[in-house]
């Protein structure tokens, strides 16, 4: 398994993300691709954080009514907690490999070329294997998010709300360390 939902993550601190979502006061908004995916900060020294053991970030993505990102891997992180804000669970969903190894994923070498990567904001550091992938069918599980979950970022991931004519909010809480350290680090009473 390349994710793990969290069954039994904390209603308080779903409850207190909701609360951040609705107040909408920011450090810092991140267009990545403008009109289409932006992403509200969190200060680092911001109390949420700290809520989260070992993390690095805590950040709101939204996502425009049917739109998409395909597989991709992230730059800059290697794991990542995906909270639920305002999802249509019925009509999105989140999509990730089911291997760990990239061996066996197409990668869509055309977007490696400087400009052609959809993503256009800057990231301080790349972090190990970065690209897009094409989303071969057997290679993916869909989930609709109506839990959190734990997964690799650098296993191919994306979303699709292409059939949703609502946005799509979600909390995304970063971790520099390991996919396989994060299961061990974080409060085991989520799963
Ligand atoms: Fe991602």
Redesign the pocket.
């Known amino acids: 398994m390349t994710y793990i939902v969290l069954e039994n993550f904390s209603d308080t601190i779903h409850q207190e993300l909701t609360t951040i979502w609705n107040d909408q006061t920011w450090d810092r908004v991140v267009e990545a691709k403008p009109g289409h995916y932006l992403h509200y900060c969190l200060s680092p020294k911001h109390e949420m954080v700290k809520k989260f053991p070992y993390a690095d970030t805590v950040q709101f993505y939204w996502n425009k009514p049917g739109s998409e ?1 395909g597989p ?1 891997l ?1 730059r800059g992180r290697w794991a990542a907690i995906n909270i639920p804000i305002d999802v249509d669970h019925d009509n999105s969903a989140f999509v990730i490999g089911k291997e760990f190894h990239l061996k066996n994923y197409r990668r869509k070498t055309y977007l490696d070329k400087h400009g052609a990567n959809p993503y256009t904001h800057k990231v301080p550091s790349e972090s190990g294997p970065t690209g897009f992938y094409y989303e071969d069918q057997h290679m993916f599980d869909h989930y609709n998010l109506e839990k959190p979950v734990l997964f690799c ?1 650098k296993v191919p ?2 979303y699709t709300n292409i059939n949703s004519t609502q946005h799509r909010v979600l909390c995304s809480v970063t971790f520099k360390k390991t996919w396989n350290e994060i299961i061990h680090l974080i409060p085991q009473d989520w799963y």
Do not use: N, V
Request: charge should be negative; glycine fraction near 16%; charged fraction near 15%.
């Open positions: 990102t991709h992230d970022t991931h994306g």
